[in-house]
């Protein structure tokens, strides 16, 4: 009961907060930005298995992964954005299962980022055994794990921590069921760290990978012009790479936050708010550009796919 309560008073407040700044005006660049990518992402995911050589290939795979990830995050965020600035109260289970769908399709989308600059280390590194190593079969089979282990965390954090609430609330953010799960049980006082170490565990793993990327290949001269494509290229995804972390330091300074007295509600809502309404979308709104098209490959095929389409069309209409 009490739990229930205090289920009530922080999104009644959120709600306030929102109300008093007028956030809710928030909701139209995340709706520009999530259509937007909502086009361009399942173009390139039907050009990519549309087409043998490219879902063939375990650098097209995890670009597609991201892509779906992106896609599964992008659609439900936008969902508990329009929920909330309409003010349209939900079942709390509702709340939390969209969290965890939530927490994993992000998760997913940061680990697979990762594993595409390992990827490319090792290709690079290990060129005649790459292939025999990562066939099809295997890198389907590391998509699938990679799936488990970003489920595993939220999923057993709401098995074993679940609120049986049967109240409806106001507002639905990821930052609310976790910060109350960490008020509500003390010794679980570091979920804000579960989302800090594996940032920065990622972010070592890509720095590590790069600078050996630059010491095995400073020799073959690629580097000498200023606007060579393995420059662009770097500086493209090294862009990307970053808006990808940030907005996950930012959510966990948001739990850290979550219950300081000294901080103003009002820095919690206005960080939350940017975080999920900008900052998480703005990476996912350039990927389908940085890593899908600068790949010559997927242009090429989606070229091809574009122009069988339309001559399609005029057959047709002929």
Not at 253 to 265: A, Y
Request: glycine content about 2%; overall charge positive; proline content about 3%.
């Amino acid at each position: 009961m009490e739990f229930n309560k205090e289920i009530l008073n922080f999104t009644q407040h959120w709600v306030t907060i929102v109300e008093s700044w007028h956030l809710e005006l928030f909701c139209i660049p995340a709706t520009v930005i999530t259509l937007a990518t909502l086009v361009a992402n399942p173009v390139l995911l039907c050009c990519i298995f549309t087409f043998r050589a490219l879902r063939q290939e375990t650098r097209y795979l995890l670009v597609a992964n991201t892509l779906v990830a992106d896609m599964l995050f992008l659609v439900l965020n936008l969902t508990t954005t329009f929920i909330n600035s309409v003010e349209a109260r939900i079942p709390w289970i509702a709340c939390e299962l969209m969290t965890i769908f939530l927490v994993t399709a992000y998760s997913c989308a940061i680990l697979t980022v990762t594993v595409m600059v390992v990827d490319t280390f090792a290709a690079v590194n290990w060129p005649l055994h790459y292939h025999d190593f990562l066939t099809p079969a295997r890198t389907y089979s590391l998509l699938v794990v990679l799936w488990v282990l970003v489920a595993i965390f939220p999923l057993t954090l709401f098995i074993v921590k679940w609120e049986n609430s049967t109240e409806n609330v106001f507002a639905c953010l990821a930052v609310i069921s976790l910060g109350l799960i960490q008020n509500k049980n003390k010794n679980m006082e570091g979920i804000y760290m579960y989302f800090l170490v594996c940032a920065i565990a990622c972010s070592l793993v890509i720095f590590y990978c790069y600078i050996r990327l630059y010491m095995v290949t400073r020799m073959q001269g690629i580097w000498q012009t200023r606007f060579s494509r393995a420059r662009v290229t770097v500086l493209a995804h090294g862009v990307l790479l970053f808006l990808y972390f940030v907005p996950g330091f930012l959510f966990a300074l948001e739990l850290l936050l979550f219950h300081k007295k000294s901080i103003s509600p009002d820095v919690n809502v206005w960080i939350s708010t940017l975080n999920g309404s900008f900052f998480m979308l703005l990476p996912r709104a350039l990927a389908p550009y940085l890593y899908g098209l600068r790949y010559r490959e997927i242009s090429d095929y989606l070229t091809l796919l574009l122009h069988r389409q339309r001559r399609l069309s005029q057959i047709t209409l002929s």
